[in-house]
Every structure is written in structure tokens, then in C-alpha cells.
């Protein structure tokens, strides 16, 4: 995003890492409210409890645009330009393929998914299920729900203690793969594991040939890029489409080089 708006003379005044936290994210708004800027990028943490602050924004004057998902009740054109996303749903369709390569017949498979209100998760979990109901009903998926990324080993100690057969593992991002990961290291269990999103260390994990079989790949250089332009033409009075989607990478051991120079536009380093 800043790279792009460089480039047509935009200034980007500040960046707010709200911790994935709604009281933080509202209480940051709420403040840039105030500040008459021309627009703003927001990846909203959360469905109804950030709605009336996004809504506040958009109504003091400022261009809003969305990543991932729009807050309940908000409408496009009207509270805000554009949402900019992945395809979440493609992107869970490519990690139940991905992995269940791996599953012999008859596995069952942990699915880790993120117990918040959440619209990108969401919708990589139920496009994970379809795929499986669809191409492997033979698996049978449990699912085991975490809310904090720090607190991921007691969920699967807990998954693994009632389901000890399990042949393989999905996580809704890589964060949680990791920690899982982790977690099933610690105790010996070696398991394949596929996830979304490309990070430095599932791809590390993925060339090194260990229990990450496999990645479905969002392109978030390629997504702020695209949010910038949205939020350029809106400020020239042209009206971008209010949903743009981009296709998810699939990522292999065979093709992590390729695809991590691809995804983040910056060269594969060895370490």
C-alpha cells in the first residue's frame, strides 16, 4: 500500500496495529475520525462490534476501505468503497485438497478453526468441510476451536487425547499451524499439517520437507496494492467494483521458492 500510494504523491500519515483486539481497533478509529483525513485502509477484527465505529468514520467524511470483510450492516457505496480480500473460500477448498492428499482412506482429520466472529476464517472452514464432504467423504473432520494464537497446545493436546487416530491437521492461518506444529513436536506426533498463508516460517517449514505438506497462499502484497488503487480512484471520483477477490496460490515443497518470491514480490533467501 505505501509503495503504491508513493507512487502517485499519497501520503500515508500512519499505520495502527490493533493486536486483532475490537476495543482497540474502535477506540483507534474513533480517534482518526477526528483527524479529516482522506481516506482510510481497515481490516476490521470482527464482525458487529466494530461496525458503528467503521460507520462513524465513513460518516465523518473519510474513505473507507475494507480488507477481508465488511461489518455487519454496513452497505457499499454508502459506508464504505470497497472490500479488498482473498478468496477465502478458494483459499479453504486449496488447503482440504492439499492436505487430504496425505489422509489415507477412512483418516480423520483435526480442523483448528478461530472461535471468533470472524468472516475470513469462517469462510475458510466451511469451504475446507465442503471440499471434503465432496471429493473425500470417507474423512471424517473434528473440529477444535482456539481464541488465542498463544494458547494453542492445550486445544491440541486436548483434540489429540480424545482422538489419538488423528492422520493429519488443517489451521485456518499460519500462526496457529505454527503453534500447533509445535505442540505435536513436543510430543512426538508427526502428523502432516496444511494451512493458509505463506509466513517465513511455515515456508521454511514447507522447503525443509517436515509435517507441512501444504499451503493455500493469499497475495497480500498484491491485495494492498489493489486496496490502494481502490482507495485512489475513489478519491478521483471514480468508482471502483465494492467487492474485489483475489485468487489464492497453491504451495508445495515443489514450488515454495517459486510461489514465496511470487507472493511477497522480494527474493527467496537461503537459511
Same mark, same amino acid.
Given at each position: ?57 465513513? &460518516? ?62 469462517? &469462510?475458510? &472452514? ?131 521458492? &517459486? ?13
Amino acid at each position: 500500500m505505501a509503495a503504491t500510494f508513493g507512487n502517485y504523491s499519497t501520503a500515508v500519515v500512519e499505520v495502527v496495529d490493533c493486536g486483532f483486539d475490537p476495543g482497540t481497533q474502535n477506540r483507534a478509529l474513533e480517534r482518526l475520525a477526528t483527524q479529516r483525513l482522506s481516506g482510510v485502509i481497515s481490516i476490521p477484527v470482527s464482525n458487529i462490534t466494530v461496525a458503528d465505529a467503521h460507520r462513524a468514520l465513513s &460518516e465523518s467524511g473519510t474513505r473507507l476501505v475494507l480488507l477481508d470483510n465488511a461489518p455487519t450492516g454496513l452497505r457499499p457505496g454508502r459506508d464504505y468503497v470497497s472490500v479488498v480480500s482473498c478468496d477465502n473460500f478458494g483459499l479453504g477448498q486449496g488447503a482440504a485438497e492439499l492436505l487430504c492428499a496425505h489422509i489415507p482412506k477412512g483418516g480423520t482429520i483435526g480442523m483448528l478453526t478461530y472461535g471468533i466472529d470472524f468472516f475470513a476464517t469462517h &469462510e475458510r &472452514e466451511i469451504a475446507f468441510r465442503k471440499w471434503v464432504e465432496t471429493n473425500r467423504p470417507d474423512i471424517v473432520v473434528k473440529v477444535a476451536r482456539f481464541t488465542d494464537v498463544q494458547l494453542i497446545a492445550p486445544v491440541v493436546d486436548g483434540m489429540m487425547a480424545s482422538h489419538p487416530a488423528l492422520a493429519g491437521w488443517f489451521a485456518v492461518w499460519d500462526a496457529p499451524a505454527m503453534q500447533a506444529l509445535a505442540a505435536l513436536r513436543a510430543r512426538d506426533w508427526n502428523v502432516p499439517i496444511a494451512t493458509v498463508d505463506l509466513g517465513n516460517e511455515v515456508a521454511i517449514e514447507l522447503a525443509a520437507g517436515g509435517p507441512i505438506k501444504g499451503v493455500s497462499a493469499q497475495r497480500p502484497y498484491d491485495q494492498g496494492v489493489t486496496a490502494a488503487i481502490a482507495m485512489l480512484q475513489s478519491l478521483v471520483g471514480r468508482e471502483p467494483p465494492t467487492w474485489i477477490a483475489l485468487p489464492g496460490l497453491s504451495v508445495t515443497q515443489a514450488n515454495v521458492v &517459486e510461489a514465496y518470491q511470487a507472493i511477497w514480490h522480494s527474493p527467496c533467501r537461503a537459511s
